[in-house]
Each structure stands twice: as C-alpha cells, then as structure tokens.
C-alpha cells in the first residue's frame, strides 16, 4: 500500500440521523449552522461549516432510529467557547455543563440536538 496515496486528507461530512428534520433544522440555524444552499430534498438538510480552511458538511437525515446513547459526539470548534455558550443559551439550548477547560488542552461544553446526539463545542486552549 502506498502510504501517502492511501492518507485521509479531511473530513468531508457527519451526517446524523434525526427522528424529524423539520424539527431539527430550525434548532442547528439557531445555534448559527449555515444551511446549504440549493433545492429542497424531503428528509434531509445540509448545513455548512468552515472557510479558507474548507469546507465540510453537517447533514441531517430522516428516518427511524432507536434512542441515542453511547455512539460518541460530534466536536466544533468555534471562535469563542464562552460566547458560544452564551448564545446557545440564548436560543434555548440547554448545555450539559458551562465552559470548562479540559486536561487535553481544549476549552469545551457539551449540548444534545433535539434526538439526543451530544455536540461538543470547544476551541484549543492557548
């Protein structure tokens, strides 16, 4: 195998499924997702992330699921961890826990979307 051929470059997308999109959508816009661009498809969103440094994808799909516990999270960085925080609030979100700094050098707090997938919102500590 050729190493460098084979070296996964980025992250192109997390698509995660939700019981209902049409609830889902509005609670990642509030929390300042960027939706997509382009024609509506049924069952599914798209919202995008990032700049200069590229572009990656958040989607959301439709469908049956059981309960959500265990499978992991999903981490953000944002500019600001304790303005983010304060602007979750804002819009109703209801964060695990305030801002904390973590051993592994990050700044972070935890919040669960509308089916219980845990987002994680954290920036590198200085």
Not at 54 to 60: A, D, K, S
Not at 61 to 80: M, P, Q, T
Not at 81 to 97: C, M, N, S, T
């Amino acid at each position: 195998m050729n190493e460098r051929a084979a070296q996964i470059l980025s992250l192109s997308a997390v698509t995660l499924t939700v019981s209902d999109v049409a609830r889902s959508a509005p609670f990642y816009a509030a929390l300042g997702f960027v939706r997509k661009a382009g024609p509506a498809m049924p069952g599914f969103a798209s919202f995008e992330l990032g700049g200069a440094a590229g572009v990656c994808y958040l989607n959301l799909l439709e469908g049956a699921h059981g309960a959500v516990s265990g499978w992991g999270r999903v981490i953000f960085h944002v500019a600001d961890v304790d303005a983010f925080y304060a602007h979750a609030l804002a819009v109703g979100a209801q964060p695990e826990f305030a801002p904390r700094d973590a051993p592994w050098g990050e700044r972070y707090f935890h919040l669960l979307d509308p089916d219980g997938h845990e987002l994680s919102f954290a920036k590198p500590l200085a």
